[in-house]
């Protein structure tokens, strides 16, 4: 398992000149877990939709019964809008979905 206090550098879509430190190990478990479940076109899936498939594979040493995986969710989902690996759809609900970019 990696490092759990080491940090990485995360973007806001919603705040472009922001940019902030978070934990290693829960960004990536989370974005690990997001990008499988997300289609690849839009309209895409709705946050709470992509929050019901990921949770099965959620890390449960990081994520212990789900614990802050909202908050996390919406830190990696800002951060991947923000360097352009996945998108909203037009319409609301925010839907997601890949943009084909990698990460």
Request: aromatic share 6%; net charge neutral.
């Amino acid at each position: 398992m990696p490092d759990t206090q080491e940090s990485i550098e995360v973007e806001s879509i919603t705040s472009p000149d922001w940019s902030g430190r978070v934990n290693r190990a829960k960004y990536m478990a989370m974005r690990e877990a997001l990008i499988p479940v997300l289609p690849n076109e839009a309209p895409g899936m709705t946050v709470a939709e992509a929050k019901a498939a990921l949770l099965p594979d959620l890390s449960r040493d990081l994520f212990p019964g789900g614990e802050k995986a909202g908050w996390w969710l919406k830190a990696v989902q800002l951060d991947l809008e923000a360097k352009g690996v996945i998108a909203r759809g037009s319409k609301g609900p925010v839907r997601l979905f890949k943009t084909g970019k990698s990460v």
